[in-house]
């Protein structure tokens, strides 16, 4: 296909009832649910897509994006209107930038912030189950704040990533580690108070951001302690790491592109 037309598509999207981004056969995925809305709207054209960012099962995305192939050059505000018409009401493309032909959204620096919405104590309204992940019981979310900042910097995270291979890279950076009372995404049957967990960073590896909020919850109810937290982002650690905090509550809340 004759790469002529290059395009940043800005997408959102609530991933409860999709087994995450990339394509999976017979299962339904927004990469999947993307191309098949192009295949309509852009008739007999062809084209390709890449996404920035594979999210899981169940993860949602307030700002994620795709780069869009195309061999024509289309007018991107009325492609957005008839695009968005067409998606699934749980997907939103909220702008669309032409870039040139060197751009490339897998390899061009990026950072990624994320945040982990939860809450403890009383069980929660059900409707919150696709943005809030509750822990039963209390947290000492004071000693979680102070532990969410034992992750900042450059650490060995192997211990958070699941299955790595011996060609994992597992030394990252957190920029920010960060757990906060939750201000900004808030609906009427949501508990009355709620946290969010924000962490940002140039990459990460598979549930590394689930494992290391289910290390804090674990700090939170009294199993570890600081130390415990420290000696987990070095490389001589040794002890397996099986608790993976669910999926619902995290989304990746914003994508940039530094370069």
Same mark, same amino acid.
């Given at each position: 296909m004759g +790469?002529?037309?290059?395009? &940043?598509?800005?997408?959102?999207?609530?991933?409860?009832?999709?087994? #995450?981004?990339?394509?999976?056969?017979?299962?339904?995925?927004? *990469?999947?649910?993307?191309?098949r809305t192009l295949n309509f709207v852009l008739g007999d054209q062809k084209f390709k897509t890449l996404g920035s960012s594979r999210t899981d099962k169940m993860v949602s995305a307030n700002h994620s994006a795709f780069e869009l192939f195309l061999e024509e050059a289309i007018d991107p505000e009325s492609f957005l209107d008839e695009f968005n018409l067409n998606l699934p009401f749980?997907?939103?493309?909220? *702008?669309?930038?032409?870039? !040139?032909?060197?751009? !490339?959204?897998i390899q061009a620096p990026k950072s990624k912030e994320y945040v982990y919405l939860f809450c403890c104590g009383d069980k929660p309204h059900p409707f919150t189950a696709p943005l809030l992940t509750w822990f039963p019981g209390e947290l000492d979310i004071e000693l979680m704040k102070v532990g969410a900042k034992l992750f900042e910097g450059g650490h060995d995270f192997r211990a958070y990533c699941k299955k790595p291979s011996n060609n994992t890279e597992t030394e990252r950076e957190i920029i920010l580690s960060e757990i906060r009372t939750n201000d900004r995404i808030t609906a009427s049957f949501f508990p009355e108070t709620t946290y969010t967990y924000h962490v940002h960073? +140039?990459?990460?590896?598979? !549930?590394?951001?689930?494992?290391?909020?289910?290390? &804090?919850?674990?700090?939170?109810? #009294?199993?570890i302690d600081l130390d415990f937290i420290k000696a987990s982002v070095t490389a001589d650690f040794s002890e397996h790491l099986?608790?993976?905090?669910?999926?619902?509550? &995290?989304? &990746?809340?914003?994508v940039s592109f530094t370069g």
């Open positions: +790469k002529k037309s290059y395009y &940043l598509v800005h997408i959102q999207y609530l991933g409860y009832r999709y087994h #995450g981004w990339a394509k999976q056969p017979g299962i339904k995925t927004v *990469h999947h649910m993307i191309d749980d997907l939103r493309a909220t *702008h669309i930038e032409e870039v !040139n032909e060197e751009f !490339n959204i960073g +140039k990459g990460f590896m598979r !549930n590394q951001i689930r494992m290391m909020i289910a290390q &804090l919850v674990r700090l939170g109810r #009294g199993e099986s608790e993976i905090a669910p999926a619902s509550g &995290l989304q &990746l809340d914003s």
